[in-house]
């Protein structure tokens, strides 16, 4: 388990116990699979969004079996899109290790990903009303227009910022809201109150996107723990470089115009995005989604969970760049 959640040992206990219902639910005859799909879970993910569906879940009447399984369910989505992605952008690494198409190859990485889809909404059929299990169908439904439209982006130069934010609303924060929303409608919070906490996780699922694409121009392949410059080299155009091209720098757009690109060509357009000062705007935008995130959280009902909640979010939204 990670050590993100050592200062809060019951929200930890009850982690250990999603993660042991996601063990038992990849059990599978075919034993490649199955092993595949368990080294994913070991690989040392922070758990964060069934993390998010336990602490929403406190603001209600706390169910604790039903929390641990919507929790697993909603990280099991996760997981089942993080294989797809990684088909999709020929991905190597996957949190600092090999990934399971790198490994096993395509055609079983997509039968892995299926069926994770496959178990997460067989755990919902057993535990879940049909309303939110519309909701969650509903939720994938827009991830996966998100990863659609970012995928009839590719090498395209030309997407506004507006689109972008769209994209990362419907690929990443999506997940995140729906994680706060899951959590709190299984414990019988009022509308508004899952509303609120809906919003909160679209605010913190945007800012932490935006994190992510910058630290893919300035962290370390061992510090984000897959390889940086991937997103360059597969076309898919974020937040720091999409700054960058508004300032119309004729070398920048002339690399981007000749894909496939070379590591020279990726280091170079790293090189170009970071003098534009890019990253600085960059962060600033994602400043903004954070300072939403704290203003959300600051108006929920006062408890424990709030506490956490504030101690999470700043760790989470104040990574080193």
Not at 274 to 299: M, V
Request: hydrophobic share 40%; with cysteine; glycine share 6%.
């Amino acid at each position: 388990m990670d050590k993100y959640w050592d200062d809060y040992p019951q929200l930890k206990k009850d982690l250990q116990e999603v993660k042991k219902l996601m063990i038992k639910s990849v059990r599978c005859r075919d034993k490649v699979i199955e092993n595949a799909l368990l080294d994913l879970i070991n690989s040392g993910g922070k758990l964060l969004r069934p993390a998010f569906v336990l602490l929403s879940a406190g603001f209600g009447s706390y169910d604790q079996e039903k929390a641990i399984t919507m929790a697993a369910v909603i990280e099991m989505l996760h997981m089942a899109t993080l294989v797809h992605d990684d088909i999709i952008d020929d991905a190597k690494l996957r949190r600092g290790q090999e990934t399971i198409q790198s490994r096993y190859g395509k055609n079983y990485a997509v039968y892995m990903g299926d069926f994770l889809f496959c178990q997460c909404f067989k755990l919902l059929s057993e535990n879940s009303s049909l309303k939110n299990i519309n909701i969650d169908s509903n939720a994938m439904s827009r991830i996966c227009v998100g990863e659609i439209e970012q995928f009839n982006s590719h090498f395209n130069k030309n997407v506004s910022i507006k689109q972008y934010l769209k994209r990362i609303s419907a690929k990443t924060a999506e997940l995140f809201s729906l994680s706060f929303y899951t959590g709190a409608a299984e414990s019988g919070c009022k509308a508004s109150l899952c509303r609120d906490l809906s919003n909160l996780g679209h605010n913190i699922g945007m800012a932490f996107q935006i994190i992510d694409d910058v630290l893919d121009y300035c962290g370390s392949d061992e510090s984000v723990k897959k390889t940086t410059g991937n997103d360059i080299k597969q076309g898919i155009f974020t937040l720091p470089l999409l700054y960058a091209l508004k300032q119309g720098n004729e070398e920048l757009s002339a690399i981007l115009n000749n894909p496939p690109y070379s590591d020279a060509h990726i280091a170079r357009v790293i090189e170009l995005t970071l003098e534009s000062g890019a990253i600085d705007k960059s962060r600033e935008l994602a400043k903004k989604y954070t300072d939403r995130a704290f203003s959300r959280i600051n108006k929920l009902p006062q408890c424990e969970n709030k506490e956490i909640l504030i101690a999470i979010t700043g760790k989470l939204l104040n990574r080193a760049y």
